[in-house]
């Protein structure tokens, strides 16, 4: 059985900036954004001199930004110097660890407050250097001399799935509608656009320019042409793949006890795990992502919870088949059902299951380094009914987030409570 | 013993030479391709290095058209795709390898299930030229 936690943590607020391309901004402007929204967030208001440590999640800010030892900077640049300042780096479930990093630290008894960000600058390079600055995560000795790429590892685990389960693909292309559907209500999005405004907008710009009009029937037949969703690696198309980001998240944790001093509204992490794994090779199946089951394992059994007292989650969405492995690893749907239940609309906001309400790393845009707080932010924001026009209806009891790493060698799991 | 080297880049220096190497637990029997120095399985570092007879089939697969810059530089783009998959080998482990001699036109015809062997093949010219393991059809 997984321990508990020595005593409770609580989030007291919240905040981010706009994820998507910003060349005018480094990865510390956009955590300034994300802190400021923070401070505004915390009902009763907070001094920054109270923070005790600061936990910063960060995948590649060295061959992103030419910059290493990025996390006493970000505190400088935020005014909370000497604070206490760990960049920590686990591919792209590195804010997510952060967050597990500051729960820790809490629960320990050695602090009390806690900052806990993530960043990440990515659009400054080619698109070719972002492709090999990723593939940094995975095994350079074993796996990317194959010839592998991101896309390509989970194009690798969608043909596995669609192979054991008989899976219609369409259920790929469905996960992507919907994201964007959520993200097209999401100010913060990078993507504030439906796939059907998208393929509207590419007709129109094909009239201006007094272009022969492509037909497309509706938004699947557009996702389905070659030459309006390109594929980048077999069975993965365009619309698959999260994009390039830039972006910041930060959260403000304090230890159970304090939380009514900062607000009459917090939510408890009642639930924390992280698992990890070799190479996609190694594992057992091919399908899903063992680490993830495992995190959630120990998250659940932290919580006294079952994945049917999830009322909404935010999962890893990289690429619209990590989504449907997400929906199984996390028990909220039998293996080989996932895709199922995203074809009969169950992970759309009216549904049994919500997921990524926020538009999903999809269409919310994936700063890496930031994916696994920014997850935080939507928990925060549909809890305390800030969810604008994608607001989920009824009582929000419990909620979960899932932040991968590589193709699944870190996964970390968290569940929060909201109890008023 | 050169030939009994268990470290990482023992493994790149035999394919340098076609081999295909890996390691026996001597205490549980457990097999690793690539090799371990510690058996995963019982954490025994009482090890030996075997060679695979590189047979096995295909595990799963991708056929990628938007290539790492590695890749790109050994020609490979979105009209010269080429195949990447992980092969569960006849000794039990799955490796990650290029697949190549697949009729990569339309990949819903390649299944996975095939039978592969193991070949190589060589990315980079004159003095960059290195071998990398890859698979074909059996």
Same mark, same amino acid.
């Given at each position: 059985?997984?321990?508990?936690?020595?005593?409770?943590?609580?989030?007291?607020?919240?905040?981010?900036?706009?994820?998507?391309?910003?060349?005018?901004?480094?990865?510390?402007?956009?955590?300034?954004?994300?802190?400021?929204?923070?401070?505004?967030?915390?009902?009763?208001?907070?001094?920054?001199?109270?923070?005790?440590?600061?936990?910063?999640?960060?995948?590649?800010?060295?061959?992103?930004?030419?910059?290493?030892?990025?996390?006493?900077?970000?505190?400088?640049?935020?005014?909370?110097?000497?604070?206490?300042?760990?960049?920590?780096?686990?591919?792209?479930?590195?804010?997510?660890?952060?967050?597990?990093?500051?729960?820790?630290?809490?629960?320990?008894?050695?602090?009390?407050?806690?900052?806990?960000?993530?960043?990440?600058?990515?659009?400054?390079?080619?698109?070719?250097?972002?492709?090999?600055?990723?593939?940094?995560?995975?095994?350079?000795?074993?796996?990317?001399?194959?010839?592998?790429?991101?896309?390509?590892?989970?194009?690798?685990?969608?043909?596995?799935?669609?192979?054991?389960?008989?899976?219609? =693909?369409?259920?790929?292309?469905?996960?992507? +509608?919907?994201?964007?559907?959520?993200?097209?209500?999401?100010?913060?999005?990078?993507?504030?656009?439906?796939?059907?405004?998208?393929?509207?907008?590419?007709?129109?710009?094909?009239?201006?320019?007094?272009?022969?009009?492509?037909?497309? *029937?509706?938004?699947?037949?557009?996702?389905?042409? =070659?030459?309006?969703?390109?594929?980048?690696?077999?069975?993965?198309?365009?619309?698959?793949?999260?994009?390039?980001?830039?972006?910041?998240?930060?959260?403000?944790?304090?230890? *159970?006890?304090?939380?009514?001093?900062?607000?009459?509204?917090?939510?408890?992490?009642?639930?924390?795990?992280?698992?990890?794994?070799?190479?996609?090779?190694?594992?057992?199946?091919?399908?899903?992502?063992?680490?993830?089951?495992?995190?959630?394992?120990?998250?659940?059994?932290?919580?006294?919870?079952?994945?049917?007292?999830?009322?909404?989650?935010?999962?890893?969405?990289?690429?619209?088949?990590?989504?449907?492995?997400?929906?199984?690893?996390?028990?909220?749907?039998?293996?080989?059902?996932?895709?199922?239940?995203?074809?009969?609309?169950?992970?759309?906001?009216?549904?049994?299951?919500?997921?990524?309400?926020?538009?999903?790393?999809?269409?919310?845009?994936? =700063?890496?380094?930031?994916?696994?707080?920014?997850?935080?932010?939507?928990?925060?924001?549909?809890?305390?009914?800030?969810?604008?026009?994608?607001?989920?209806?009824?009582?929000?009891?419990?909620?979960?987030?899932?932040?991968?790493?590589?193709?699944?060698?870190?996964?970390?799991?968290?569940?929060?409570?909201?109890?008023? | 013993?050169?030939?009994?080297?268990?470290?990482?880049?023992?493994?790149?220096?035999?394919?340098?030479?076609?081999?295909?190497?890996?390691?026996?637990?001597?205490?549980?029997?457990?097999?690793?391709?690539?090799?371990?120095?510690?058996?995963?399985?019982?954490?025994?570092?009482?090890?030996?290095?075997?060679?695979?007879?590189?047979?096995?089939?295909?595990?799963?697969?991708?056929?990628?058209?938007?290539? =790492?810059?590695?890749?790109?530089?050994?020609?490979?783009?979105?009209?010269?795709?080429?195949?990447?998959? +992980?092969?569960?080998?006849?000794?039990?482990?799955?490796?990650?390898?290029?697949?190549?001699?697949?009729?990569?036109?339309?990949?819903?015809?390649?299944?996975?299930?095939?039978?592969?062997?193991?070949?190589?093949?060589?990315?980079?010219?004159?003095?960059?030229?290195?071998?990398?393991?890859?698979?074909?059809?059996?």
């Amino acid at each position: 059985m997984a321990k508990k936690l020595s005593r409770g943590v609580a989030v007291v607020g919240v905040g981010m900036s706009k994820f998507g391309v910003f060349p005018e901004k480094t990865s510390r402007d956009l955590f300034v954004e994300a802190f400021q929204e923070l401070r505004q967030s915390v009902q009763k208001g907070f001094d920054p001199k109270d923070i005790e440590a600061f936990y910063m999640g960060n995948f590649s800010s060295d061959h992103f930004e030419n910059q290493a030892h990025l996390a006493p900077i970000v505190a400088s640049w935020v005014g909370i110097s000497p604070v206490e300042s760990t960049r920590i780096e686990d591919a792209c479930a590195s804010s997510g660890v952060a967050l597990r990093q500051g729960v820790l630290a809490i629960a320990s008894g050695n602090v009390d407050v806690v900052l806990v960000g993530g960043l990440e600058k990515m659009t400054d390079l080619p698109g070719a250097k972002v492709t090999d600055t990723l593939a940094l995560a995975a095994d350079s000795m074993f796996e990317i001399p194959a010839g592998f790429t991101f896309p390509g590892f989970y194009a690798a685990m969608a043909t596995a799935y669609l192979d054991k389960y008989n899976a219609d =693909p369409d259920a790929l292309l469905r996960v992507g +509608i919907k994201n964007h559907e959520n993200g097209a209500l999401n100010e913060k999005a990078q993507f504030n656009q439906s796939i059907k405004d998208v393929m509207l907008g590419k007709q129109r710009k094909a009239e201006q320019k007094g272009l022969p009009l492509p037909q497309w *029937e509706d938004e699947m037949a557009f996702l389905k042409d =070659p030459k309006a969703n390109l594929m980048i690696a077999w069975p993965l198309r365009l619309f698959d793949c999260s994009p390039v980001s830039d972006g910041a998240a930060a959260v403000l944790l304090v230890s *159970e006890e304090l939380a009514a001093k900062f607000t009459d509204d917090p939510i408890f992490i009642v639930g924390s795990g992280q698992a990890s794994d070799g190479a996609l090779a190694e594992r057992a199946s091919l399908s899903e992502i063992p680490a993830a089951a495992k995190a959630s394992k120990r998250a659940y059994e932290m919580a006294g919870l079952t994945p049917d007292d999830i009322d909404f989650a935010e999962v890893h969405d990289c690429f619209t088949i990590a989504e449907i492995m997400a929906t199984e690893d996390l028990g909220f749907f039998p293996r080989g059902e996932g895709w199922k239940a995203a074809m009969q609309g169950q992970t759309a906001r009216d549904g049994s299951h919500p997921i990524n309400t926020s538009g999903g790393l999809k269409s919310k845009g994936h =700063p890496v380094g930031a994916s696994g707080v920014g997850q935080v932010v939507e928990v925060w924001k549909q809890m305390h009914g800030l969810a604008g026009e994608r607001q989920l209806r009824g009582n929000l009891k419990h909620a979960l987030t899932h932040n991968v790493g590589g193709t699944g060698q870190t996964c970390v799991v968290h569940i929060f409570e909201k109890r008023n | 013993m050169t030939d009994q080297a268990l470290h990482s880049k023992a493994f790149n220096q035999a394919i340098a030479e076609d081999l295909l190497i890996g390691s026996h637990c001597l205490v549980c029997g457990n097999i690793s391709i690539p090799q371990r120095q510690i058996c995963p399985n019982c954490h025994s570092d009482q090890i030996e290095r075997i060679q695979s007879n590189g047979r096995g089939t295909l595990a799963t697969f991708t056929v990628i058209y938007i290539p =790492p810059t590695s890749m790109a530089e050994a020609g490979y783009n979105a009209k010269n795709p080429y195949c990447v998959g +992980i092969v569960a080998l006849e000794e039990g482990p799955r490796i990650s390898a290029q697949i190549i001699g697949m009729d990569l036109s339309d990949p819903e015809t390649i299944k996975i299930g095939l039978p592969l062997k193991q070949t190589s093949v060589v990315r980079g010219e004159g003095e960059s030229a290195k071998k990398f393991l890859a698979f074909e059809p059996a």
